[in-house]
């Protein structure tokens, strides 16, 4: 990160197209035909009879960016959720887990699946995500909520295997009833 030549304190955010000196928003000067220029450079180029824009017509949207001690964690911002793709596996995770209870399953039964294979994702690279601990957190509840909603259809397709074992076998004896 590099520091403003006249304001040690403010990240640069362009160069002088001049002299290339690191400039903040504070002392960004544009030219009419869209060069960026630091005070001086903007004077002369006015003394030629250009048109130059002052940093004051448009520092309202751009706040000056003090630099940070490295050594010190970043900021938090005040987001309610932030986070890379492994966080989002962990919170689909979730949203999925929740939805296909929420179902009472229907034409749902596939999303448990899903939510169990996402929150494992989540919590095998939860070390890559930005709040690792949330990741893990949310990427378990999704394969809890995974797994609690596939024991109905693990109880289902056992009881449909059953009965298919039990007609096979009524068949094969002779005892198929009275």
């Known amino acids: 990160m590099e520091s403003c030549t006249f304001h040690p304190d403010h990240v640069a955010i362009e160069h002088c197209e001049v002299c290339h000196r690191p400039l903040c928003d504070l002392c960004l000067w544009y030219a009419d035909d869209g060069r960026r220029l630091c ?3 903007a004077r002369a180029y006015a003394s030629t009879g250009g048109e130059v824009h002052p940093p004051e017509t448009y520092d309202e949207a751009l706040q000056p960016r003090e630099i940070t001690d490295p050594t010190l964690p ?20 979730v949203v999925i887990g929740a939805t296909s209870l929420a ?24 070390k890559n995500a930005l709040d690792p601990q949330r990741t893990r957190t949310f990427g378990a ?12 259809i693990l109880l289902f397709f056992s009881y449909f295997f059953i009965m298919v074992l039990f007609f096979i076998y ?9």
């Open 39 to 41: 005070a001086s450079h």
């Open 74 to 93: 970043p900021p938090r911002d005040q987001a309610p959720y932030r986070g890379n793709s492994t966080d989002l596996y962990a919170a689909l995770a």
């Open 103 to 126: 179902s009472c399953m229907g034409f749902a039964y596939c999303l448990p699946v899903l939510s169990g294979i996402l929150g494992l994702v989540a919590v095998m690279n939860a």
């Open 141 to 152: 509840i999704g394969i809890g909520i995974g797994l609690l909603a596939l024991i109905p």
């Open 170 to 178: 009524s068949a094969a004896t002779g005892n198929l009833g009275p």
